[in-house]
């Protein structure tokens, strides 16, 4: 079984659509996460929420709006996509939050704004 | 300066080799360290977490030098399996936010 799992594995997709990506966990893990791996290959975090609450939300355009309705999920809608959106979205969750724990990543889904 | 830097590299060993990937981190308070392998288009995986006392997991060896603000991880014996980018991660100083380097690219040649 895939313990974290995103769907689609691939978006392509118009400039000033709106999509969403899903994500689920089956790990039981109270915490997760948003990465975003652009061209560059940085890896940077977006959003986490703990418990279902959001504890981390960085410096991203308001575009971009997650939603976690329930412990085991997190989704990622993005509106009016942008040519500078293009990149590989990962999700990622870990046992808790407030300690040295591993986080476990999703396969990442390829975001291509055209 | 960046908050997490790595050796640009790319690294082309061959077979057998032992290599070694150094990284150091901006923020004094960090207070945890690790190793992630991620392989061409594929997520992230730990390899190992970085203790202060440094630790080892077989071929793998993580060493952290708070003073110097100073992590490396040596390979030894490196397996064709080997090859992939390594990560250098630690959260940042004051909260459990996880800053990830840009990563070195390790190639282990036949």
């Known amino acids: 079984d895939t313990a974290v799992s995103q769907t689609p594995k691939y978006l392509v997709t118009q400039m000033g659509n709106d999509k969403s990506i899903k994500c689920e966990q089956n790990?039981?893990?109270?915490?997760m996460y948003w990465y975003k791996q652009d061209s560059k290959k940085f890896l940077k975090i977006m959003f986490s929420?703990?418990?279902?609450?959001?504890?981390i939300n960085e410096t991203v355009p308001n575009r971009f709006s997650p939603k976690s309705p329930d412990k085991a999920h997190l989704n990622l809608h993005i509106n009016s996509l942008e040519l500078g959106d293009s990149a590989v979205y990962f999700c990622?969750?870990?046992?808790?939050?407030?300690?040295?724990?591993?986080?476990?990543f999703g396969p990442g889904t390829r975001l291509t704004v055209t | 300066r960046k908050e997490v830097e790595q050796d640009p590299g790319p690294f082309n060993v061959p077979e057998g080799a032992t290599v070694a990937f150094n990284c150091t981190y901006s923020n004094s308070a960090s207070q945890s360290f690790f190793w992630y392998r991620q392989d061409c288009r594929k997520e992230p995986k730990l390899l190992m977490s970085?203790?202060?006392s440094g630790n080892e997991d077989g071929r793998f060896t993580a060493q952290l030098n708070r003073a110097s603000q100073y992590i490396s991880l040596l390979i030894r014996d490196s397996k064709l399996s080997d090859s992939a980018t390594y990560l250098c991660v630690v959260n940042r100083g004051g909260s459990e936010k996880l800053v990830f380097g840009k990563g070195t690219k390790l190639t282990v040649n036949p």
């Open positions: 990622a969750s870990s046992q808790g939050w407030g300690g040295p724990y591993e986080q476990y």
């Open positions: 970085v203790y202060s």
């Open positions: 790990l039981g893990h109270d915490t």
């Open positions: 929420y703990n418990n279902k609450e959001l504890i």
